[in-house]
């Protein structure tokens, strides 16, 4: 097995896979599955790797567009820098949406467990990423909270070898303008890395705007027994948002679906982490790794989405620490560890509109909160046989929370003394404990075949605002430790040298999903069911010519039966989620003729689904063509062209139905932008 070394491939064309596929699937080294290197063909679930050559050649504007790439994986794009996030799951809203995923940079969590952000990614400086890896399903041992459905990890680029500086400019119709730099190098047993990216755009629809800028800083000090790894990163985001437009025939409509009926509308975010990872050779089969870390962020945006319109202002600031003991002998490989984390997380709503319908003109809520996580892990792999290796862990999850109410207990009242649906609960604290037991089989049937089988459970905590952000019909059922069971099987191939199989078939269930009905009650006690199969496959038609193809079927049920006041959204067992694709699929002819011209034709398809939980309003789905081409016009000087939504259909990046009317964010028509990269 690969332990404690990193391995690249390099160039677009290895890359790309026109090299021996029996050498790129070899040399695939992903980190996340145990914060270390470790090659893909040795992990028995579903991970895949977007690599630096694939993500300079998508020159994404969002970061939805590289992870299209990956099976089980969908992200509806919101306005600006939004998005809402589907891993072998339906496209979850709320704290579900918030809490199911776990989004990482370098192996850190981007916000504390139960403070997490819904569009958590923009934090994230996918901009100047060396790779993304993507975990689907419940993680392993050395993940827990917020990790239930999957795993995103974006990782920053090394100190290089030697000098290197890099410069990169695009732009676009749509009035986009992305640039970035970076300049790296090692001398002796340091090595440096700094990275910088902004984006400005005027936005598709009126009055959404964009500008956001990142930095991150890395410092490498490495000798034979003790390295040290250290990463500073820096976001800021301001977005003016725009919101739906309503009706079926407004996404139909090209002057309709460009404007913006909350031209009000803001989001400002800012956060910064540094972490420093130490790792420590003990002895030939013992490594210690120690990560402190350091968070902080703030935001602040207006509720569009809400008739209030009220101003939320939240924000965090934690410190920890991950560590984990490797113990690698002969047949036996036993990892185990310990994570800590402190959080103190606020959050102030205050609504300036006078009093409308419930939305009572005045403070809504104004909460501190305190929180303690504290987890212990430990994994065993053991070699059965020349080709069978067997893998069981185990992590128990503690989380403590102080809530604080810095405003008046119960019912908030307006200056005219009206009461609301804004219920401030009074002082409390709360504790939940969580245990994740993992197993699995591993056997390789040959040289090039291997097959896996593996039972899994995910569990996290509530959200803070779960517990803590009510409303007076929201009382009766408090949200609990959310809970899914996953069982899988996997198969990897390869036939010749030119074509590769990776198939993995899921079936997870999922109980105490807390989610918010259509009367705007808690339901705390909420089933769902998720069936599917996935594969990534690729096939050299030619020397020149690679046909990759990334597909998803998945039925998202819901297995529990729930009426509502009015009838038109009950819940029935058996009926789909909403939002939730039965099939999506990403198709790419990359054509590389010769070393300095690669190109891509790409579609992306996504199947009807519905939009609502009664299953009785749907969208028909889209699919779109892209093509990209870059070329290496010298060995310092590079040009590239993306033509997206090449056939200019009218499409929608999210649909939804709410208070009667169906609601979309349109997606962006044909656009047209190039680049220049510079580097030496």
């Not at 990423?129 to 239930?148: D, F, H, M, Q, W």
């Not at 319109?309 to 047949?331: F, T």
């Amino acid at each position: 097995m690969i332990k404690g070394c990193v391995v690249s491939v390099v160039g677009s064309w290895a890359a790309l896979g026109f090299v021996s596929f029996a050498s790129a699937q070899e040399d695939t080294i992903i980190v996340t599955a145990e914060r270390r290197a470790q090659s893909a063909a040795e992990i028995a679930r579903s991970i895949s790797v977007l690599d630096g050559d694939t993500l300079a050649l998508i020159s994404a504007d969002h970061v939805s567009e590289a992870l299209a790439r990956v099976p089980g994986v969908g992200l509806h794009r919101g306005s600006g820098a939004e998005h809402l996030t589907a891993i072998r799951s339906p496209v979850l809203t709320g704290g579900a949406g918030a809490g199911s995923f776990l989004f990482l940079e370098n192996g850190v969590a981007l916000r504390s467990a139960g403070f997490a952000n819904i569009n958590g990614l923009f934090d994230a400086h996918h901009e100047i990423a060396k790779s993304i890896e993507v975990v689907r399903g419940p993680s392993g041992a050395l993940y827990g909270a917020n990790a239930i459905h999957g795993v995103i990890n974006v990782l920053t680029p090394r100190p290089s070898d030697t000098l290197s500086v890099f410069g990169e400019v695009f732009g676009d119709t749509e009035d986009r303008y992305r640039w970035k730099s970076s300049v790296s190098g090692t001398e002796g047993a340091n090595g440096f890395y700094a990275g910088v990216s902004a984006v400005s755009e005027s936005g598709y629809r009126d009055d959404a705007s964009l500008d956001q800028q990142k930095l991150t800083l890395r410092h490498v000090f490495d000798n034979d027994q003790l390295s040290v790894d250290t990463i500073f990163s820096f976001d800021n985001l301001e977005q003016e948002t725009a919101g739906f437009i309503f009706g079926r025939d407004a996404l139909e409509d090209r002057i309709i679906r460009r404007t913006n009926n909350f031209p009000f509308a803001f989001r400002d975010a800012k956060s910064a982490r540094l972490q420093s990872t130490i790792a420590v050779e003990v002895n030939e089969a013992t490594r210690l790794h120690v990560t402190p870390y350091a968070r902080w962020n703030d935001m602040a945006f207006l509720q569009h989405f809400l008739p209030s319109r009220s101003l939320e202002e939240n924000g965090h600031w934690s410190v920890g620490a991950q560590s984990a003991i490797y113990h690698d002998v002969g047949p036996l490989s036993l990892i185990a560890g310990i994570d800590a984390e402190y959080t103190e997380g606020s959050l102030r709503e205050f609504q300036e509109r006078p009093t409308i319908f419930s939305f009572t003109q005045g403070l809504h809520y104004d909460y501190d909160v305190r929180a303690i996580n504290a987890s212990g892990f430990v994994q065993g792999e053991y070699q059965l046989g020349p080709r069978t290796f067997a893998n069981a862990a185990l992590r128990v999850d503690g989380t403590i929370y102080d809530y604080d109410n810095l405003t008046a207990d119960g019912i908030g009242l307006d200056p005219q003394g009206n009461s609301g649906r804004f219920l401030r609960l009074p002082d409390q604290i709360n504790r939940f404990v969580t245990a994740s037991p993992k197993f699995s089989l591993r056997h390789e049937f040959t040289d090039t075949a291997s097959g896996y089988f593996s039972l899994a459970r995910g569990a996290r905590p509530p959200q803070t605002t779960d517990l803590y952000r009510l409303q007076v019909n929201q009382t009766g059922d408090q949200a609990r430790p959310e809970l899914i069971d996953a069982v899988e099987i996997g198969y990897r191939d390869r036939f010749g040298d030119y074509v590769t199989v990776d198939i993995a078939g899921f079936f997870m269930e999922k109980k105490n999903f807390f989610f918010r009905d259509a009367d705007g009650f808690n339901v705390a006690n909420g089933r769902t069911r998720h069936l599917g199969i996935e594969a990534d496959i690729g096939i050299a038609l030619h020397e020149t010519l690679l046909l990759r193809s990334a597909f998803t079927y998945a039925a998202h049920t819901y297995r529990f039966n729930r009426p509502t006041g009015n009838g038109n959204e009950s819940i029935t067992s058996g009926d789909d989620v909403d939002t939730a694709p039965r099939f999506i699929a990403n198709t790419r002819l990359s054509w590389h003729p010769t070393a300095w011209l690669t190109a891509e034709a790409e579609l992306v398809s996504l199947s009807s689904y519905f939009t609502d939980a009664a299953n009785n309003s749907s969208y028909d789905g889209h699919t779109l063509l892209h093509l990209r081409a870059q070329a290496s016009l010298t060995d310092k000087l590079a040009m590239y062209v993306v033509l997206r939504n090449v056939t200019d259909t009218l499409y929608a990046e999210r649909a939804d139905f709410a208070f009667g009317n169906d609601r979309f964010f349109p997606g962006e028509v044909r656009t047209l932008g190039m680049g220049i990269r510079i580097s030496r």
